[in-house]
């Protein structure tokens, strides 16, 4: 329990990332959305372990390397709930008259995003950071 709140401000940094990130390579890069959600899924990624392995879970005693391995899998299982839902979110919008603009892009990864939570954190909390 004490770890929930600062892996949830480190998941609301993440997200920040993700959603900078999508929202620049829509708009700016020319991407279409289901390609823009990629690259910030990496950087966040990479980031949130960093931030994890230095304050949520600093006293695992895992090595480094095989604590990313197993965070990048436990994240990799997490993306596909979270782009499971992204994508979903991307190909119902129109149905339902919303237009699939960059401005619409950070909400479908904060959904996306709070879909993966309960499976990551408990991957994260269990595996990837165990000794």
Not at 63 to 89: D, E, Q, T
Request: with cysteine; charged share 5%; hydrophobic share 60%.
């Amino acid at each position: 329990a004490a770890q929930i709140p600062s892996l949830a401000a480190i998941g609301l940094i993440g997200l920040l990332v993700a959603v900078g990130i999508t929202f620049v390579c829509a708009k700016y890069a020319g991407l279409p959305p289901l390609f823009a959600r990629p690259p910030g899924f990496i950087v966040a990624t990479i980031v949130n372990f960093l931030l994890n392995r230095s304050i949520t879970f600093r006293h695992s005693g895992a090595p480094a390397l095989r604590a990313f391995l197993r965070y990048f899998g436990v994240a990799s299982a997490g993306l596909a709930v979270n782009y499971a839902v992204y994508s979903a979110c991307v190909l119902l919008a129109p149905s339902l008259g919303i237009a699939v603009r960059p401005a619409i892009l950070p909400l479908f990864v904060a959904a996306g995003s709070g879909a993966a939570m309960v499976l990551t954190f408990v991957g994260f909390r269990f595996f990837a950071f165990r000794p």
